[in-house]
Nanobody, 123 residues
Framework: QVQLVESGGGLVQAGGSLRLSCAAS????????MAWFRQAPGQEREFVAAIRWSGGSTYYADSVKGRFTISRDNAKNTVYLQMNSLKPEDTAVYYCAARGGYYSRNEHVYDYWGQGTQVTVSS
């Protein structure tokens, strides 16, 4: 049974940093793409960043490029999202997701999801 468990959310002031973690278990993810999405109140869920487990290619939404960094630790089967220079508009529930195959920004093609972790950025 595949499980994705996020952690690391919290309350931070604008300009601050947080690191989210997504611990993956239940299968081999070497051929998977791991992604972070977020959903703010009253808005649709949106793509944030993705990484290919094998090879480590990364992809970012324009809104976070240069501020967020996605990475993975193969030994720990964990994906991270380092978020710097946070802005109030980054406030959302952040979700980890996984899919086999090619990278996509479309949430509907992702097979597995975590429960989400709240990130709140105060001004």
């Amino acid at each position: 049974q595949v499980q994705l468990v996020e952690s690391g959310g919290g309350l931070v002031q604008a300009g601050g940093s947080l690191r989210l973690s997504c611990a993956a278990s239940g299968r081999t993810f070497s051929s998977y793409v791991m992604a972070w999405f977020r959903q703010a109140p009253g808005q649709e869920r949106e793509f944030v960043a993705a990484i290919r487990w094998s090879g480590g290619s990364t992809y970012y939404a324009d809104s976070v490029k240069g501020r967020f960094t996605i990475s993975r630790d193969n030994a720990k089967n964990t994906v991270y999202l380092q978020m710097n220079s946070l802005k109030p508009e980054d406030t959302a529930v952040y979700y980890c997701a996984a899919r086999g195959g090619y990278y996509s920004r479309n949430e509907h093609v992702y097979d597995y999801w975590g429960q989400g972790t709240q990130v709140t950025v105060s001004s």
